[in-house]
Every structure is written in structure tokens, then in C-alpha cells.
């Protein structure tokens, strides 16, 4: 669905005002292409705060709200050389698939802006997400990361509390330790989905083995390693005393987040943390916490994490890159920063911004995190090896496969 969003052209004094630039820019529509629709807590603050930025700037701005369909509609209008000034998505799509069209952004964040206190744009929003953005962009920033996520172990605080939990496991047996007494009040310690079973594969193998050994698995397409093996015991151990739910093999998601973890029925879910978002509606009153995934052997500890987020790209051929960048910064910084946070239960860019309460725990795993992962270790890179772990996984946990059968079926 495509709105314009337009307001009374904006004085010269407004301009100024944001960015310190003289320059007349009330001639000037963006047209921004977005992976979020309308109706959406994200679209409807982007929306919002775009109609913000016309009033006070003068700026038109033209969204188009493409939803998930972005994935398949952006490419095909860049490369057609429809105007399209800027556009976001995940930091690694947005980096990879359309990255022959961004506009390098190093110039920009180094200045400051009316929202960031007079200090350079690249000082007030997050470091680790600044090097990530930095990384993924070959040595130069070429996007700016927004709706941060970090892939952490979400659980219901007040199931904790009737189990008499009062910290969270920092290492598999204090995992175990967590799980029996849930069991004990007739919960199942964890739930999972098969669109997230890849992903708590991998976690699992970063801390077993490694990343770089998780990368030559992937690679290779060989997953012969001992710590397949462990992660078969450890698993079929899971499973045996009742500690994973019995729907979890079978799970479609959203149902092991919806029908499990939102009914109180496990207690944890590795997941993003934009997780109490999506069922906010399904759980309504529950009390989050988080934590980092436990250790496991001899692989990285609990500081590596999966750490990401979208982004927002401006394309080298608009004609109009700085006002697009100038919006940006209206959206990632200061009020709207905070006001979607807020709204999508996520977490701000800006320092200084607040964090919302269900997120409070994520926030000091993520500022202990200092190696950061790809999404799923790795583990869905290639859609063959993605749907060989979904299959054993889910033969594991059920019972059809006994630890040396799950690692011998993953070495197929």
C-alpha cells in the first residue's frame, strides 16, 4: 500500500535548523520503500514521525509500506532505475542483495545533528552496531542500523518465581537445575518452533565448539564433529526427563511461541527480542527476563551473541541524499527513536534512549556481548542444511532417534 504523506511547505528557518544547512529543500520527495506495512506498531510510527519531518522541514516523503514482499519487489525497481531514494531490511540483505546501490555514509555520520546534542550522529547511537553496519559494509558504513535485536533466552519471570529460580543458568548444569524445578510445578522448560530450531542449533554448536567450527561445518556441509554427538545426549537427555514440551517436534511456527510459551506452558524460548511484541497480544501480562545462552563446554561463552538488526539504505543515485540521511536521523535518534521502541516492544539506537522494561535483562547482555554472531551461527545459510537439522532435531527430541542416530543422520 503506497501513501503520500504531504504537509504546508516549511520555512528556511526549519531547514536549518535540522542539520545546520542552509540549503532549500522544500522542493524535495523522498520516496522510501519500507519491509514494514501499515498496519504494523514499526509503520505506523515510521509513519508518523515521516509526517513530523514534513511539517518541520518541509521534506514531502512518499512511503511505500511493502511489507515482506520488499525481498522481491526492491531489486527488480532498482534495477529498472525507478526513483527510490532510500529503503530498508535486514542489515545483511540490505548490505548484500541491493548493496551495488548504497551510497556510502561515512561523510554523514560524522557530522552532528538538532537531535544529537551537538555531538557527531556516529557518538550517540550504538558502537557495537556502528562496527557491525561497518563490517558488513566491506570497511565503510553504507548503512545505519535500526530495531537492534539480540538473540537471547527469553522466560516467563513468574513461572521462575513459583519454581523458586532466582538466577538465571549461566552453564548447562545450572540449565538442568532450572529445568527440574519447572518440571516439579508442571512446566516444560523450553519450547521451540521449527523456524527457530536451526538457530538453537547453532547456538548450541558456538558453545560446544565454537563459531569457527560452526563456519567449516557449514562450509564443508560436514557435521562428523564430536560436539554433533554431545549435542544428540545432551538433547535426547532434554527430551527424556520431560525438560523440552513434547509439542516442540512438531511445532509450526508460530505455535511453540503462541500455543507453549505465551499459555505458560514452557518457560523459556530462544529467541529475538522482538519476541514479547509478537505475542504481546497472547501474553499480555507476562513478566519477561532474559539471559544469555548458557555455557556448554569448550566453545565461546555466554558474551557471543547474535546481534543485529535492520537498516536503512539511501540509494547512489537519488538526488536528494542528504535530506534522505536527515530523515535517518529524525527516525533513529531522539523522540521517534524512543516512540518506537516503545511501540514495537524493541530496542532504541541512541544511547541515551530507554529501553522498555520487557527488554531490561537484554540490555545487559547485549552491552556484555563482544563477539557477535550471524544469524543461527551460520546454520541457515544453505537451505539443505537448515532442513537437515529441522529434520533430525525433530526426530531427536521425539524419540525416533537416539543421540548416535541424530549424529549420524547430520553426517549424511
Known sequence: MKRTITVMAAVLAALAVLGGCTKKSDAAKLVYWTMWNEAEPQGQVIGRAAEAFTTETGIKIDINFNGRDIRKTLQPALDAGEVIDMFDE??????????????????????????????????????????????????????????????????????????????????????????????????????????????????????????????????NNDFSSPAVLEFGRIWENMARNGYIHPNAAGNVWPSGQIQDFATGKAAMYLNGTWLPNEIKGNAPNMKWGSFAWPEMGNGDGINTNNVSAQSFGINKNSKYPEEAFRFIVYLTTGQWDVTLAQESLGIPLANDSRWPDALAEAKTVMENTTKVLPWAAGMEDKAEINAKIKENFARLIKGDFNAQQFADAMKK
Open 90 to 219: 535486514d542489515i545483511d540483505r540490505v548490505n548484500g542483495a541491493w548493496g551495488s546501490y548504497l551510497l556510502p555514509l561515512d561523510s554523514y555520520i560524522s557530522k552532528s545533528y538538532p537531535t544529537t546534542g551537538g555531538s557527531p550522529y556516529s557518538q550517540v547511537i550504538s558502537r557495537a552496531l556502528l562496527d557491525l553496519v561497518r563490517l558488513r559494509g566491506g570497511g565503510s558504513v553504507k548503512t545505519i542500523p535500526y530495531q537492534p535485536f539480540i538473540f537471547v533466552t527469553m522466560y516467563n519471570k513468574d513461572l521462575f518465581n513459583q519454581a523458586g529460580i532466582t538466577n538465571s543458568p549461566k552453564n548447562w548444569q545450572e540449565m538442568l537445575e532450572t529445568c527440574a524445578k519447572l518440571k516439579a510445578i508442571g512446566v516444560a522448560g523450553i519450547t521451540v518452533d521449527d523456524a527457530y530450531m536451526a538457530a538453537l542449533f547453532g547456538y548450541n554448536m558456538v558453545r560446544l565448539a565454537g563459531y569457527d567450527a560452526c563456519r567449516v561445518m557449514v562450509d
